[in-house]
């Protein structure tokens, strides 16, 4: 295409990373569950959902009266400490106090000293939506461990319409910007030649954060004693328990870093996109699961490849063939199709001697 300048591929490049980032952070949280208890968590789009409202009510909320900000701490604080200890473990009652003061202490300070930035939200939000994933595993997957695979995917379905729904009852149904200003949204751009190529803070943010993000969870999962666990979990959960391992804290702890991973591309794709709404999940959870299975899904590594990869899929397709722009999620699903077809192992592959 003779208009298709060096500008534009450096545009759409940073474009397409942005998004791909976002899907694979997505992705990863189905395949860190998919690889632990082998069930498909249709109700993460909606964990991804609670993230961004989350940070858009810190944001736009703060600074609070210093009686409401002591009832959310409360609330808040209370809910995350008790899950905290859980999942880590935390029995001894100098580390419980350390730890309360700095969760207590912490928030309350956030709510009501000053109106929030986007990292302080960022942050709240995805402590808050990472309890909310564990409870979700605690009240919707855990009863039904022992039971047949079919009813744990039906209630996985079932779980993602009543958080959509309960969405839509407690925030309201319509769309809401995202429009806190901050330096990711700031207009900028650099010269190339005689072009300009135009862009946001988010655009190097999102890739920059998922890259950290993965490596702080591949330092996670192959050197601490919980990663091995999960791995161990992963590779065969009764003999991982006759050995002491806590099946339960694991599966727990998998929910609890998938939804922060979910969370974190909430935050970011709503910053992006300026706008929030109840169902906003939907789409981004189907094709993050879409990515997933094309890169693999139980590889980590398969998950960021196939967030990446479809990422640029829909970024070039409206780039090269602007007409053929209502159907770029045909693209995305005629892929998943044909490596279903010819690769049902994915990209990547799965080990099946070591999933996590």
């Known amino acids: 295409?003779?208009?298709?300048?060096?500008?534009?591929?450096?545009?759409?490049?940073?474009?397409?990373?942005?998004?791909?980032?976002?899907?694979?952070?997505?992705?990863?949280?189905?395949?860190?569950?998919?690889?632990?208890?082998?069930?498909?968590?249709?109700?993460h789009g909606e964990i991804f959902m609670l993230g961004s409202y989350f940070a858009f009510y810190a944001m736009t909320l703060t600074p609070m009266h210093w009686g409401l900000a002591l009832l959310t701490?409360?609330?808040?604080?209370?809910?995350?400490?008790?899950?905290?200890?859980?999942?880590?473990?935390?029995?001894?009652?100098?580390?419980?106090?350390?730890?309360?003061?700095?969760?207590?202490?912490?928030?309350f300070f956030l709510l009501a000293s000053r109106q929030l930035g986007w990292i302080e939200a960022l942050l709240l939000s995805m402590l808050a939506t990472g309890v909310a994933g564990v409870l979700l595993e605690a009240v919707a997957y855990r009863p039904l461990r022992g039971a047949p695979r079919e009813s744990m995917l039906i209630t996985a379905i079932a779980a993602s319409f009543f958080l959509q729904n309960m969405g839509q009852l407690l925030f309201g149904p319509r769309v809401r910007g995202f429009n806190a200003e901050t330096v990711l949204n700031q207009p900028r751009s650099f010269a190339i030649g005689e072009e300009t190529v135009y862009f946001t803070g988010i655009l190097i943010v999102?890739?920059?954060?998922?890259?950290?993000?993965?490596?702080?969870?591949?330092?996670?999962?192959?050197?601490?004693?919980?990663?091995?666990?999960?791995?161990?979990?992963?590779?065969?959960?009764?003999?991982?328990?006759?050995?002491?391992?806590?099946?339960?804290?694991?599966?727990?702890?998998?929910?609890?870093i998938g939804s922060i991973l979910a969370a974190a591309a909430g935050v970011m794709y709503s910053i992006r996109f300026g706008q929030i709404h109840p169902l906003m999940g939907l789409m981004p959870g189907i094709k993050a699961f879409t990515a997933a299975v094309i890169g693999g899904i139980g590889s980590l590594p398969g998950a960021v490849l196939g967030g990446l990869l479809l990422g640029f899929i829909e970024i070039y397709v409206v780039s090269l063939f602007p007409t053929l722009s209502a159907y770029k999620d045909v693209f995305a699903f005629v892929l998943l199709i044909l490596i279903l077809l010819f690769r049902p192992s994915g990209l990547v592959g799965e080990d099946l001697t070591e999933k996590v």
């Open 1 to 43: 295409m003779p208009d298709y300048t060096f500008a534009r591929i450096v545009q759409d490049f940073l474009n397409a990373l942005t998004l791909g980032s976002l899907y694979a952070l997505i992705a990863l949280g189905y395949t860190m569950v998919y690889g632990i208890i082998r069930l498909i968590n249709f109700a």
């Open 73 to 107: 701490t409360v609330l808040l604080g209370g809910t995350v400490l008790l899950v905290l200890r859980s999942l880590f473990n935390l029995e001894e009652p100098k580390r419980t106090f350390l730890l309360a003061l700095l969760i207590f202490g912490g928030t």
């Open 206 to 256: 999102v890739p920059a954060v998922t890259a950290v993000l993965l490596f702080v969870l591949n330092l996670f999962v192959t050197r601490t004693r919980l990663g091995k666990a999960m791995r161990a979990t992963a590779q065969d959960a009764e003999v991982a328990q006759m050995m002491g391992v806590n099946v339960n804290q694991v599966i727990a702890l998998t929910f609890f």
